[in-house]
């Protein structure tokens, strides 16, 4: 079955770069997505890639995917303290927009 | 806009006891979805809709019933709550399934 795999945790220095790494399973996924979720509340979506890609820059955020391992990673530029929360990777496999999340990692940005 | 709204922020039920989750958008969306999140797990999908009228089964239905009598409104129905459905409930909707809006969840407790 679908499964999305996550690390849990990642710790970094303030303004250094973060890398978010995740894998899944089903090639069949139409778009890949990345979500954040800060203590207490919903989850904000950053940005979502479609799986013809292999990049999509958006400001500090750079996606990466591979097709090939089934690999996803968000990578932050300059992270800084107020991006630390737990992201989250997920993958739409098929239509109605249903998507399977990973468990999260939580990314603690340190002063 | 409110964007996705949900009711209530909080409850404790006892076991056995049944409840109604309310989720609401105002943004005219045709897709919306309940996911359950549990400690250290991302998002499981309980059910969703894909428009007015309709709904259909996700990962993790079972205790859990659904209605989308109006386009903007999703309810999550518990006959007979149990310990297991402890978790925090987060509503989402979409206009075109790729991009989902989460509301800011609810905390539920069954004792």
């Known amino acids: 079955g679908e499964d999305v795999e996550q690390s849990l945790f990642l710790s970094v220095r303030e303004g250094d770069s973060s890398v978010i790494n995740c894998t899944y399973t089903d090639s069949s996924s139409t778009y890949l997505y990345w979500y954040k979720q800060e203590p207490g509340a919903g989850l904000q979506l950053l940005t979502y890639i479609f799986s013809n890609m292999d990049m999509k820059q958006d400001q500090r955020l750079t996606v990466l995917l591979n097709k090939k391992d089934k690999h996803l990673s968000l990578r932050i530029a300059d992270t800084q303290t107020g991006d630390s929360a737990i992201y989250f990777c997920a993958e739409q496999y098929n239509q109605g927009g249903k998507l399977i999340f990973g468990q999260g990692t939580e990314l603690s940005v340190k002063p | ?111």
């Open chain 2, 1 to 111: 806009n409110a964007g996705v709204t949900q009711t209530p922020k909080f409850r404790v039920l006892k076991t056995g006891q049944s409840m109604t989750l309310l989720c609401a958008q105002d943004m005219n969306h045709e897709y919306m979805y309940w996911y359950r999140q549990d400690p250290g797990m991302g998002l499981r999908l309980i059910h969703y809709s894909v428009g007015e009228g309709t709904t259909a089964k996700g990962e993790v239905p079972d205790g859990y019933n659904v209605s989308r009598l109006k386009k903007q409104n999703f309810l999550l129905g518990l006959e007979s709550a149990a310990p297991s459905q402890t978790s925090v409930y987060f509503c989402a909707s979409s206009s075109n399934s790729i991009e989902q809006f989460f509301g800011p969840g609810t905390r539920l407790t069954v004792l």
